[in-house]
Structures are given as structure tokens and as C-alpha cells.
């Protein structure tokens, strides 16, 4: 069994129309939420990435009834039973962790496997832990490979959130909608992804308010019934796209997209040189001739997304001097750096910050070594001279929907081969 790489030969002008997917940081947690149902659920326009089909079949394992077809899921926990989770599926994502929060409000326990996914460095779960535990739950970790999480019930408390984290954030959600009395979560993040949970735990009669502000509160309740949820639109693989039709694109319309989820990327676009035009669900980019360096920092949500720091970073490369990249959220998360010096880059990291000169890209055989930096390595690839080879590419599967054919819809020269 060989392993599939993807290669590109750059230097192609794109052009045509890319529809963006459902939202994946959304999806990997509303999925472990619908366990909280104890009626039907489906959820409706869910992206075609492997981490969608790893948390079904999680689902599965506790023996919920699933029917996954095209970006439609259907849901029924009618005859759900709390069985441990301590296998090799939960340790190829990180997003398995929501069934921790999950099952604590359904069953007020669980058994668990300890959650893998991108290594980006610490990426501590002990927030999520301390809204656990803030509720009530006691959390046997004597165990090296799993977790236990119980509780005689749950209570709602006061939680003050020491990082702003998404994935705290709704953990803490998932457990608290059933509770009794109120949760206030303080510090909470305020991602579309977690007001998008919150809207999902709405429909089912969840009693949640705040969800977007940094101060979440929570009136549990007894019961949840089913409901039908849409996902929102993925802005991150929005901004992908976006960044390959600032590197390349002759003229590229980006449909289904909520622009003030990506209003910090068109801001750094505009400052670039790009010619955008917003409407009111689409956008449409031309690439400029001549780019002006930038200085681009993450932050937290409404600020830069940590996860479009690598994907824009090809980018910077054709404009006129020196660009640098603080990465405020993910220090460590520079790991394409030494990807992009192989294809020719001039680039540094240091201290959590990439300082990125003018260069000639060329291809070269180079390393995914997790799902943003992957994109960053597409984006490359596109505009340098010569075939770039990009290995381990299951990390790039794990967040796009069919990149490959959507990028040769658009007139690249990209495939896949078997090595």
C-alpha cells in the first residue's frame, strides 16, 4: 500500500467559482452535541473531510443509529448507551474531546480515550478539565491511554476561563445544558464556531445566552428534544481559497461565505493591493500586480485567525519587502516554515514570529506536517516554478472537501499520485 502525495505544477492563472463547505471546527463539535438529543437530529450542510466520518462512527460505538449522506446527517439516540470510547479513532482527532462534554451531560460519565489530532505544540485540554470538574465531575487519570469522567450530577457554577479557547468553551457548554441551575461561563471565546454549537443547543431547548460575548450563562434543563440544524459556512477554508485567488487567480468568485467571518483576512488583502469585491454571501478577488508587504498578528476571534496565518503566508512572498507573522495563539505553529525555505523561501521564525522576504518559489518535495501548514504548502505550490510534491497528505483531507478536484475545476495543474 503505497501513500498518496499531491503533486502541483505552479505557475497556472485560475479562474471560475468555488463553493465553500460547512464549517469543520463547527461540525467536529455539533456532531458529539446531537448525543445530547433524545430525539432525531439532522444536521445539514456538513463538509466531506474525514474528521466528519471518524466522529460518526464514534456516534456509532455507542450504539446511535447514523445515516451519512452527502453533507446530511441524520441522527437517532434512541437506543444510545454510554460504552467507553478508548479507541484508535479518538486518537487520530483532537475534536473527539467534545464527546467528553457531551457524555458527562447526557450520562454525568464517561470513559475516554486521550484526543490526538494536529500536533501544534501544548495545546492543554486542562481548561476544559476545570469546567469539568467546576460542575462537579471527578476525572480518574490513572490511566496512560484513557480518561474517566464522572459525576453524581452535575451543577452549574461560575467558570472563569484562565485562555480564551474555543474548545473549552464548548466542552463546557456541552456539559452545562443539562445541569441543574446556571453556568456562567467568563472569558468565554467568541467564535462563530461556538455561537453556531450554542444555535444548534438552542434548537434542541437549550436555555443559553451570550453565546458571541465573552459571558456565556446557562439555565440547564431536563430534557432535549431533536431538532434540524444548517452548519455555517467554513471561513477558514473561505480564506483559503481567498489567499490561492490572491496568489493566482485571473478572477475567482467564492460562494457561500459570511463576510464579517472573514473581515480580517479581506482587511490584510486590501492592505496587500488586492481589488475585492463583498457581497452580501460571496466575494469576488482579482490578483493585483504588485503587492506592498505587510505585518499580519493573530489574535483571538474577531482578530486574525491563527488557522489562516499559514495559508497566507505564500502570499507574502511576492510583495515588495519585508512581511512578518506574529503567531500570538499557537507560538510553535511555524512548522511550514522549513517547508517553504526548501521550494527557495526566504524565511525565518523566531520567538513566535516569521519574518518573510521577496522570493522565487520552486518546487520541491516538502512535508504536511498538519492541515493548515498543508494549505500553506498548496498555495506555494500554485505559484512556484516547477512540480512540488506535498507528502502526509491526510492532514490536508482531514479539513478540505475534494481540494484536489475543486483546484482543477479552477485550471490548476495539480494531481494525485501513489508513491
Known amino acids: 500500500m503505497g501513500q498518496e502525495v499531491i503533486k502541483i505544477r505552479g505557475g497556472q492563472t485560475l479562474k471560475g467559482e468555488v463553493n465553500i463547505n460547512g464549517a469543520k471546527n463547527s461540525a467536529v463539535a455539533i456532531i458529539p452535541a446531537a448525543i445530547l438529543a433524545e430525539d432525531n437530529v439532522t444536521i445539514k450542510g456538513l463538509p466531506q473531510i474525514s474528521d466528519v466520518e471518524t466522529l460518526v462512527s464514534l456516534l456509532g460505538d455507542l450504539n446511535i443509529k447514523t445515516n451519512l449522506t452527502g453533507t446530511t446527517l441524520e441522527v437517532d439516540p434512541e437506543e444510545i448507551i454510554n460504552a467507553p470510547l478508548p479507541n484508535q479513532k479518538v486518537e487520530s482527532l483532537r475534536a473527539s474531546y467534545y464527546m467528553m462534554g457531551a457524555m458527562l451531560g447526557r450520562f454525568n460519565k464517561c470513559v475516554i480515550g486521550l484526543p490526538g489530532g494536529c500536533p501544534l505544540g501544548p495545546r492543554p485540554i486542562d481548561q476544559h478539565i476545570k469546567g469539568f470538574k467546576a460542575l462537579g465531575a471527578t476525572i480518574d487519570e490513572s490511566s496512560e491511554t484513557s480518561m474517566k469522567i464522572e459525576a453524581d450530577k452535575l451543577v452549574g457554577a461560575n467558570i472563569f476561563l484562565d485562555i480564551v479557547s474555543v474548545g473549552a ?13 446556571q453556568t456562567v461561563i467568563e472569558n468565554a471565546a467568541k467564535e462563530p464556531e461556538v455561537v453556531d454549537v450554542a444555535r444548534f443547543l438552542i434548537s434542541l431547548g437549550a436555555d443559553i445566552k451570550g453565546a458571541g460575548t465573552s459571558t456565556l450563562k446557562i ?8 431538532s434540524e440544524h444548517q452548519v455555517i459556512p467554513d471561513r477558514i ?9 490572491a496568489a493566482c487567480g485571473e478572477e475567482i468568485k467564492i460562494n457561500n461565505i459570511i ?3 472573514v473581515e480580517p483576512l479581506i482587511v490584510k488583502l486590501k492592505e496587500l493591493g488586492l481589488d475585492i469585491n463583498v457581497g452580501e454571501d460571496h466575494t469576488q478577488i482579482k490578483r493585483g500586480n504588485k503587492y506592498t508587504s505587510v505585518d499580519i498578528k493573530t489574535l483571538v476571534y474577531p482578530g486574525f485567525a491563527t488557522d489562516l496565518q499559514q495559508p497566507i503566508t505564500p502570499l507574502l512572498f511576492m510583495a515588495d519587502g519585508v512581511s512578518f507573522v506574529t503567531e500570538t495563539i499557537y507560538p510553535a505553529r511555524f512548522k511550514h ?9 526566504d524565511i525565518v521564525a523566531d ?28 498555495v506555494a505550490g500554485l505559484i512556484a516554478e516547477g512540480v512540488t510534491t506535498i507528502y502526509n497528505v491526510k492532514h490536508i483531507h482531514r479539513g478540505y472537501t475534494n481540494i484536489v478536484n475543486t483546484l ?12
Not at 477554508?237 to 485567488?245: D, P, R, V
Not at 516554515?337 to 523561501?345: F, I
Not at 521577496?358 to 493548515?372: C, E, F, I, N, T
Open 408 to 419: 482543477k475545476s479552477l485550471g490548476a495543474d495539480i494531481w494525485t499520485e501513489e508513491v
Open 337 to 345: 516554515v522549513d517547508e517553504l525555505k526548501n521550494m527557495g523561501a
Open 237 to 245: 477554508e473561505a480564506g483559503t481559497y481567498m489567499c490561492i485567488a
Open 219 to 226: 439555565n440547564g434543563v431536563k430534557h432535549l428534544h431533536g
Open 259 to 261: 463576510p464579517t467571518h
Open 351 to 378: 520567538n513566535g514570529t516569521a519574518t518573510i522576504k521577496p522570493s522565487k518559489l520552486k518546487g520541491a518535495k516538502v512535508y504536511a506536517s498538519d492541515l493548515r501548514a498543508g494549505a500553506s504548502l498548496i
Open 169 to 181: 468553551t464548548i466542552n463546557i457548554m456541552l456539559a452545562a445544558v443539562r445541569a441543574e441551575g
